[in-house]
Nanobody, 123 residues
Framework: QVQLVESGGGSVQAGGSLRLSCTPSGRSFSRDTMGWFRQAPGKGREFVSAITWSGGTTDYADSVKGRFTISRDDAKNTVYLQMNNLKPEDTAVYYC????????????????WGPGTRVTVSS
């Protein structure tokens, strides 16, 4: 059974940084595209970032480009999301996802989610 555990969330002031970590278990994820999604209060879940199994290709939502960096360490079986210059609109529950794929050709999607970690950014 696939399990994803996120950590690293918390409260920070605008302009601050946080690093989220995700440790998957249940099978090997070294060949998976891994990623992060988020859900702000009162809104739907949205794509944040993805990284291919080789780490050679990354993708970001326009709203986080230049501020967030996704990376993976397959030796440690961990995926990271470094978030810099955080803004109040980044406030959300962040979900790690495994085995991402493109739905409808351009929309990242996954069927494997972690329970989420909350990020709160105050102004």
């Amino acid at each position: 059974q696939v399990q994803l555990v996120e950590s690293g969330g918390g409260s920070v002031q605008a302009g601050g940084s946080l690093r989220l970590s995700c440790t998957p278990s249940g099978r090997s994820f070294s060949r998976d595209t891994m990623g992060w999604f988020r859900q702000a209060p009162g809104k739907g879940r949205e794509f944040v970032s993805a990284i291919t199994w080789s780490g050679g290709t990354t993708d970001y939502a326009d709203s986080v480009k230049g501020r967030f960096t996704i990376s993976r360490d397959d030796a440690k079986n961990t995926v990271y999301l470094q978030m810099n210059n955080l803004k109040p609109e980044d406030t959300a529950v962040y979900y790690c996802a495994a085995d991402l794929y493109l739905r409808y050709g351009s929309e990242w999607f996954s069927e494997h989610w972690g329970p989420g970690t909350r990020v709160t950014v105050s102004s």
